[in-house]
């Protein structure tokens, strides 16, 4: 004999698994959607901190004059150093110069051709609106410029 209808306790405890399941994924939709905006909120403060501190930092101003100050980074074979001098007129940046001292033939290559195009990335700029990633296909030698402009930032605050 075939049995066509399911016991009671089963039907029940699948509904009520179904319904708890349905609850589950509601209550977890709500929750990321209200942490996600948590996270903006908690984050958008700290980020209108940032810009005013770069805002204010751009209206206390920096002292005009050539700040110079190394960075450093990790290449995969060793740690490279790099050497930034920025000139700096009203916050601006009007002139930079880098150098290095590569130890490595691949990092030579890639630090000359940093040095040929971060120029036209920086000079004019707000020294607060640098922060550069790839010059020239350099990507590494980034990390240490940026931490150089940190260091020169730091130097040249008035």
Do not use: W
Request: one cysteine or more.
């Amino acid at each position: 004999m075939i049995r066509t209808t399911v016991p009671t306790s089963i039907r029940k405890g699948s509904a009520l698994l179904g319904i708890a399941g349905l609850f589950v994924l509601a209550g977890c939709s709500g929750t990321a959607d209200a942490g996600d905006a948590d996270t903006v909120g908690g984050s958008t403060p700290d980020a209108g901190t940032s810009s005013e501190s770069s805002g204010g930092d751009a209206t206390a101003t920096y002292a005009d004059g050539t700040y110079t100050a190394d960075g450093s980074y990790q290449t995969p074979e060793t740690v490279e150093q790099i050497s930034v001098t920025l000139t700096l007129a009203d916050g601006v940046v009007t002139d930079v110069e880098v150098t290095g001292d590569p130890q490595a033939p691949e990092t030579e290559r890639y630090q000359g051709e940093f040095i040929d195009g971060i120029a036209d990335e920086v000079v004019g700029k707000p020294i607060d609106e640098l922060n550069v990633s790839r010059v020239a296909g350099s990507s590494l030698t980034s990390g240490g410029f940026n931490d150089a402009v940190d260091a020169i930032k730091e130097q040249a605050a008035s």
